[in-house]
């Protein structure tokens, strides 16, 4: 006689256990089992480019740690148990969050733009910029001492160290290196062990208007108008290489001798860095008949292109079909219309991904299931505001805040065995650290 664990039930057919919710909702497969062959599977029954969040608790299944844990103990299949753990950290990651918000001193009227974070030979690094082109540094901490400061000391922790030309329109990191881009052309690349700081100038004509940037190892991909530029050498001023795509780019990725581009007019193309040839373009340009610009990729699991458009969809393809244009899996829920520099984040394990959307608030999904992340008891919304910031320390889940003014980028870092997630808006640092609750506030 199988054993009974609160909230799931035992198919006897299956010798499987399974959520009761499922039960419920009278679903006819198992939480992780593959979707119909006929259509992607989705979260929700919504159209690919729904930008309406679907409701926060409706028939969800309850994601109780606990129990999930006594399920792991019980399961063998290498399949299953990869499941369950994955429901571990969803429920962690749905949990209440530490959450700071940390003033940064930027000039009257200015914003933050771009954020990057990481960790250094144990000690913590971050670097903001902002709307007037200042680059503002973090005094470098050990991970422990940085996690427990409270928010009114971290305010005081931050200098003006750099400045560039105009706006700050991405700060890229790889490895020991960061890089800042500015929608002038000139580029600043800072070396983290020995501390150095170069500025590389490009041609105006070339490099004008950088929308965004990807930096692996020491080749840097920008993405201007009309074509993207290959940086072999982050550090040299020669581009080696001009990738034509006949329209702005606004999405960058790359792989080992590969750079993906999403444009303005919707196209995705790959490039081989060996062949320098035109470029391949992908999924057979589904997005451009509809004119849906390209505002986010990456790959995932070496096989899986994650896409986000400017129009709300986000959708994963298997890149081993390169024409074929039906998504695996569809991520619904998130907000946009319009703007193309609404900021992603996909954690370290490729497992999870945020969003920040048009209407101010940060929605999560899991990459395994498509299911959206949500609060387990929500409350009522937490409005923040984005100048006139107060050192902020207390217990809040980043998907009940609601900022005051757009979200201007996200980045996710795992510090110990912890996920921090961060956020600008305004004149803001916004910190949650995953799963961990405040033994204090403020």
Request: charged fraction near 20%; glycine fraction near 6%.
């Amino acid at each position: 006689m199988p054993r009974e664990l609160p909230g799931f039930y035992f198919d006897a057919e299956k010798n499987r256990y399974f959520p009761s919710s499922s039960k419920q909702a009278g679903k006819s497969h198992p939480p992780y089992s593959q979707p119909p062959a006929d259509r992607p599977h989705t979260s929700e029954a919504a159209s690919p480019s729904s930008s309406t969040p679907p409701p926060q608790n409706a028939q969800r299944r309850s994601h109780d740690a606990w129990h999930t844990l006594q399920l792991s103990r019980l399961v063998t299949c290498p399949r299953q148990r990869i499941a369950t753990l994955h429901q571990m950290m969803t429920a962690q990651l749905e949990a209440s969050a530490a959450y700071q918000a940390i003033p940064i001193p930027v000039f009257t009227g200015r914003t933050l733009t771009a954020f990057a974070a990481g960790v250094h030979d144990g000690r913590i690094w971050s670097i903001a910029g902002d709307s007037y082109g200042v680059l503002h540094a973090f005094d470098p901490s050990p991970p422990e001492d940085l996690l427990s400061m409270p928010s009114h000391v971290l305010q005081h922790s931050w200098t003006r160290k750099y400045r560039l030309d105009s706006q700050i329109s991405s700060i890229r990191s790889s490895g020991l290196r960061w890089v800042a881009t500015s929608f002038g052309s000139t580029i600043l690349v800072h070396d983290l062990p020995s501390t150095r700081t170069v500025k590389v100038s490009l041609s105006p004509d070339l490099a004008c208007d950088v929308w965004t940037s990807h930096l692996r190892d020491r080749s840097l991909v920008l993405g201007v108008r009309k074509r993207a530029l290959l940086m072999q050498d982050v550090e040299s001023s020669t581009v080696a290489w001009r990738l034509e795509t006949q329209s702005d780019v606004f999405a960058l990725h790359q792989e080992e001798c590969l750079v993906y581009t999403g444009s303005r007019n919707g196209s995705i193309r790959r490039f081989d860095t060996r062949s320098r040839g035109p470029g391949l373009t992908l999924l057979g340009d589904a997005f451009t008949k509809s004119s849906n610009s390209i505002t986010y990729l990456n790959i995932i699991k070496d096989w899986q292109l994650l896409v986000t458009t400017i129009r709300g969809a986000i959708e994963i393809f298997d890149i081993r079909f390169l024409q074929e244009a039906r998504p695996l899996l569809r991520l619904v829920g998130h907000v946009n219309s319009y703007q193309p520099s609404l900021p992603q984040a996909i954690t370290p394990s490729q497992d999870f991904f945020f969003a920040a959307g048009l209407d101010n608030r940060i929605r999560g999904w899991s990459l395994l299931t498509g299911e959206p992340l949500s609060c387990p008891h929500p409350r009522s919304t937490l409005e923040v505001p984005s100048h006139q910031l107060h050192p902020v320390d207390m217990d809040a889940s980043p998907f009940r805040v609601k900022f005051e003014e757009q979200i201007t980028s996200l980045e996710i870092t795992e510090v110990g065995h912890e996920l921090c997630l961060f956020a600008t808006s305004g004149s803001g640092l916004h910190r949650f650290i995953l799963g961990r609750r405040f033994p204090y506030e403020t």
